[in-house]
């Protein structure tokens, strides 16, 4: 969440069958990932996982791709996949190789990174040509292949969608297990000022150090929380060239096995801080696999949705303004925060269902028609 991957894009399985407001659809082959700009397009085919294996010979796969201009390969254009830079520019066709691990669910970025040695039929590329390519980007895409997919319109009007996430060899991918709980609160000065770009860092006597995204402008921070000791925690506050601790290093106690809730003040007259008692908040933190659509290249918030099972299986219910309307999928491997218990076939407390999705998150693999209302 094996044989060298051979399938180059994701089907979905086609059902023939109508019946009263209830359809089987099939997927679109999407055969490329791409962004275009200027009529530059980067075309690679999105990669279905397999389960690791041990041997490590067959956990990667050789990924070739297509940089376009105007539906004309160009070569000579250096380029960088997740931050690394091919060694190869590309070839007469256009094409480039890159070994993308497929044992795990991951979206490779790619970008243009200099252009300077681009050709079309052996001849440089002018200005225009040369900035198109610069601002086309794309990505690789190593997802769960999506199959069973059912759609059916509801009583009031919205979509039903129902299916099926595998391996490439049928095994199913790990199901919502506990991974964590969650630490939140707001960092203020002594003058009840919120303190920004902080980090807020806890540590126990048997886990390492855990730290918050940094605060933002209201000062609120959110960071794990690994509270299965009944010893206290260090707690530390730092920037970059800053670091802060309680005075006299006295450690916090927090709720066991709960999320919680803390503040933390800096007073930089003494270089320390101090902190709020601990408060236990509802909900944990689940390594979790969110399945969902996007449409105008923003994730679609479902009414509702259901963790897949440990077979797979998986619901959600879309707004009926998507009637008729075709979207793509995502899958993201994630730590979710849920203040509902979160088990496999549950329902999905979607309190924190994303708005927008990290670069590294597979997309637009395949394509799905929903339909339209009667």
């Known amino acids: 969440m094996g044989a060298l991957i051979r399938r180059s894009a994701l089907v979905l399985s086609l059902i023939a069958c109508t019946l009263g407001l209830i359809w089987c659809f099939s997927g679109a082959i999407v055969e490329a990932s791409t962004q275009e700009q200027g009529g530059a397009e ?32 160009v070569a000579g254009v250096q380029l960088a996949i997740a931050d690394y830079r091919l060694p190869k520019l590309t070839d007469e066709q256009g094409h480039f190789v890159f070994p993308a691990d497929n044992s795990y669910i991951h979206r490779y970025p790619i970008v243009v990174t200099d252009v300077t040695s681009a050709t079309i039929q052996g001849k440089k590329l002018n200005q225009t040509q040369q900035a198109a390519l610069e601002n086309t980007s794309g990505g690789i895409s190593v997802h769960y292949l999506i199959t069973d997919v059912v759609t059916s319109v509801q009583a009031d009007g919205s979509i039903s969608v ?12 790990p199901p919502v297990v506990l991974y964590s709980y969650r630490l939140t609160g707001t960092v203020e000065d002594t003058s009840g000022q919120p303190v920004k770009n902080l980090y807020v860092g806890t540590n126990s006597t048997e886990f390492r150090w855990t730290f918050s995204q940094p605060t933002d402008a209201q000062g609120h921070y959110t960071s794990l929380l690994w509270s299965t000791e009944t010893t206290p925690f260090n707690v530390l506050l730092l920037s970059s060239s800053e ?13 066991l096995y709960q999320s919680a809730a803390m503040d933390v003040i800096l007073d930089r007259s003494t270089g320390t801080i101090s902190v709020t008692n601990p ?36 619901q959600m219910v879309l707004p009926s303004q998507l009637a008729g309307q075709t979207v793509s999928w995502w899958q993201w ?26 670069p ?4 637009d693999f395949a394509t799905l028609t929903l339909p339209a209302h009667r």
């Open 243 to 255: 670091a802060y601790t309680t005075a006299n290093g006295k450690g916090v106690l927090f709720p």
């Open 360 to 363: 590294f998150v597979p997309r």
């Open 333 to 358: 491997e994630t730590n979710y925060f849920s203040t509902n218990l979160a088990e496999p076939g549950g329902a999905l407390d979607l309190g924190e269902w994303p708005t927008a999705l990290d």
């Open 42 to 73: 980067i075309s690679v085919p999105p990669v279905t996982a397999t389960l690791w294996s041990v041997q490590g010979t067959n956990n990667i796969t050789d990924v070739q791709g297509q940089v376009t201009l105007d539906s004309q390969p």
């Open 162 to 173: 129902t299916g099926a996430i595998q391996f490439a060899n049928g095994a199913a991918p």
């Open 279 to 314: 408060i236990t908040i509802p909900g944990k933190i689940y390594d979790a696999l969110l399945v969902g659509v996007m449409h105008n290249g923003k994730p679609v918030r479902p009414l509702s949705a259901t963790w897949p099972t440990t077979t797979g299986q998986f």
